[in-house]
């Protein structure tokens, strides 16, 4: 009986060491599997042959027949490189990642669907015309060919299940993603209550629409103004995150083209953002950066134009008091699929105008409307950038951008004639309260249009232009709309101004340093009130302990004022606080290098799986500096453009173009990452050649 048991109990236990190794040795397979990026592909779904060049780097050079073939193609190089990655986003952003990843992901799912997204991409689909829908759609069928073809990435066999064909709402749903991610939201509007937010700080104010001469000088800044701006900015607990981008006009550019530059600030992680991409076809040659999961090139250049963006920090919506009733029929009930255990079920309310959710007032729930023509009359900003795709002046991108929706945006515009103009875009309520609070449940009666794009704040086309944004106030005193409860702190837009003031002319090299710069205006400032920091410099360099003690002094502070208002603010607020406060900082010897250290995170890392991670990066930079990095957030690409001279110049991302582990191209670009380096993107035909590594043919 006993050697029957202990044979049993041998059996399982060989069942259970062979299920085992065979999940291991299945991940060790994903490990190191790779694209299929040389040779021919017959049956691919193109209609003609389909040229894919990637060069060392192994970003690909699309070289196609027509818009289907390109567009499919794009979307095949993606999902070979990305497949994860576009499952997750979409499950994000439509709330399913509990199917995945059980209860664990079950609050993220229920805060997902807060907004219906999969009501608002069927409407915004809706709106694109039949050229923009097929564009969409062959996109979305070379997805699904690579899908089917290409070896399973490593996170699909750790997590044991298989992705489900992607749609051309999809690509919808993951652009949304930004949309999300970059609006002003109802609970950055409930966290104000009480308290009127800084607009900007007048010590180091710098609005693009009233030129260089007209920036700030905070050695005119009394003491006591400097002082109430600090303060007030310590109210605000959120993480001055942000974008940079500037250029200048042929006539201050030492190669008479127009120069132009840009650095968006998002989450740091693996694989990142951003896919880099070539793509040509007969009337059509776009390059530079995509959103993972949209098709065509979101930031970037053509033969004729170059554009970048940085975040407007403008209002997007209005949020309302709870009326007496709502509708029954407005309430809908969303099921959540968890991958162990049963269904959870949760309502939500979505009127026709507006949608309903909790928020945070004072550390109580309240009941809120959100009217957002997000949500009232969606429409995708896939037309908008692929109008800037095709765009052959500036006046063409300032057309297209007029059909932007959001989330609104600081475009910067610099074309072959060697002119650049500045133009904020997306749609934006003319609403008095400017998100600064909450309306009365009566004010939904109210209608409230949007600030006429003509009326937005913009610098003209010219040869002698010089723009730049931050994310800061874009207007001076006479502007008669005020956009915003609050932009985010000049002090990164005083910087980029002071770096342009330095010089009379610029080229590639200079603009490329300056996204390097890691001199903290606001720090330094901040670093004056305390007698042992004073000689410091206010440059968050690697071997700076100063650095950490101000960063550690700044924590202090936000500890102490974050999130009171004004009327508890008091006494606190007295000449002596911020000094007082000095020795709650962290005394810590260690330089900046080492307490500022980032880790690039994979989304898995969080379930213990951290052998997926990128690289550590020193500290160096914070979230003052130009050179963003904080707190998981980052330049997620720094990219110059030589206008006309496309070989010129470039764009660099902080990891590797492949989220393949196994690929070489996983964390290859980490060195001249750190380093500052600039990598050529090369664009024309002899430089696309010269530069290529692996040549693949699709074949219908």
């Known amino acids: 009986m006993m050697r029957t048991i202990l044979s049993a109990i041998a059996i399982v236990v060989g069942v259970v060491v062979l299920i085992i190794a065979l999940y291991a040795g299945n991940i060790a397979v994903g490990m190191h599997s790779t694209a299929t990026v ?68 079950l609050r993220s799912d229920e805060n997902a669907r807060v907004v219906p997204v999969r009501a608002i991409v069927e409407r915004q689909w809706q709106t694109l015309d039949a050229r ?27 997590l044991d299940y298989d992705m489900k064909p992607w749609q051309p709402q999809d690509s919808l749903a993951v652009s949304f993603a930004t949309v999300l991610d970059l609006t002003d939201n109802w609970n950055d509007i409930a966290a104000r209550i009480g308290n009127e937010p800084l607009l900007t700080d007048p010590c180091f104010d710098a609005p693009v629409t009233e030129g260089l001469a007209r920036v700030a000088d905070p050695a005119h800044c009394s003491a006591n103004a400097a002082r109430a701006a600090l303060i007030r900015s310590l109210l605000d607990t959120r993480p001055p995150i942000g974008s940079n981008n500037w250029a ?98 949760k309502k939500y309310y979505r009127g026709p105008h507006e949608f309903g959710t909790n928020v945070l007032v004072s550390g109580a729930p309240r009941f809120i409307l959100v009217r957002w023509n997000a949500y009232e009359t969606p429409r995708s900003p896939f037309m908008t950038f692929d109008g800037l795709n095709r765009a052959r002046s500036i006046e063409d991108a300032l057309a297209a951008l007029r059909r932007y929706p959001g989330p609104t945006q600081n475009f910067v515009l610099a074309d072959v004639s060697g002119r650049v103009a500045y133009q904020l875009g997306g749609e934006i309520p ?66 980029v101004a002071q ?68 009327a508890m603010l008091g006494s606190r607020a007295r000449p002596g606080a911020i000094t007082a406060l000095a020795a709650v900082g962290d005394p810590s010897p260690q330089p900046w290098g080492v307490a500022g250290a980032v880790q690039v995170e994979h989304p898995l890392a969080a379930l213990g799986m951290a052998f997926l991670n990128g690289t550590k990066f020193a500290g160096n930079g914070d979230a003052y500096t130009v050179h963003v990095q904080n707190n998981g957030f980052s330049q997620s690409f720094r990219a110059v453009w030589d206008v006309g001279n496309w070989d010129a110049g470039g764009i660099t991302i902080p990891q590797g173009e492949s989220g393949r582990p196994g690929s070489g191209h996983y964390t290859d670009e980490a060195a001249d990452w750190i380093a500052g380096r600039l990598l050529a993107l090369p664009y024309s035909d002899a430089a696309v050649d010269r530069e290529t590594v692996n040549r693949l043919m699709l074949q219908p």
């Open 38 to 105: 040389s040779g021919t592909i017959a049956g691919s779904g193109v209609r003609a042959p389909v040229q894919i060049l990637r060069d060392v780097r192994a970003v690909p050079h699309i070289r196609a027949p027509n818009d289907h073939d390109l567009f499919f193609a794009e979307g095949y190089v993606m999902a070979q490189d990305r497949l994860f990655q576009l499952d997750l986003l979409r499950r994000f952003v439509y709330g399913n990642l509990s199917e995945i990843l059980g209860s664990a992901a």
């Open 499 to 566: 770096l342009l003031r330095a010089r009379k002319t610029y080229d590639v090299d200079y603009f490329a340093s300056m996204q390097m710069d890691v001199l903290s205006v606001c720090e330094r400032q901040l670093a004056s009130y305390v007698p042992a920091l004073i000689a410091w410099d206010g440059r968050f360099t690697p071997d700076s302990a100063d650095a950490t003690a101000a960063y550690h002094l700044r924590l202090a502070l936000v500890r102490e004022f974050g999130g009171m208002t004004k």
């Open 430 to 495: 003319d609403d008095p309260l400017w998100s600064r609070a909450i309306h009365p449940a009566g004010d939904l009666a109210k209608h409230y249009p949007n600030v006429p794009f003509d009326k937005l704040p913009h610098v003209a086309p010219s040869l002698g232009a010089i723009v730049w944004t931050s994310n800061n106030k874009i207007y001076g005193a006479s502007y008669p709309y005020r956009l915003s409860a609050s932009f985010a702190t000049p002090c990164r837009a005083y910087r």
């Open 248 to 345: 200048a006009g042929a006539a201050h550019t030492q190669t008479k083209r127009a120069l132009l530059a840009n650095d968006p600030h998002l989450h740091l992680g693996i694989p990142g953002v951003w896919y880099l991409v070539d793509m040509q076809a007969p009337g059509f040659h776009a390059a530079g950066a995509t959103l993972v999961g949209t098709p065509g090139v979101t930031l970037g250049h053509n033969d004729r134009i170059a554009w970048g963006a940085t975040n407007g920090t403008v209002t997007a919506l209005s949020i309302f008091d709870r009326p007496a009733s709502l509708d029954e029929a407005d309430w809908q009930t969303e099921t959540f699929h968890l991958r162990v255990g049963r269904d959870v079920t």
């Open 132 to 158: 923009e829908q097929a564009m969409v759609q062959a996109f979305t069928d070379g997805v699904n060919a690579a899908a089917k073809r290409e070896p399973t990435p490593v996170e699909f066999r750790v």
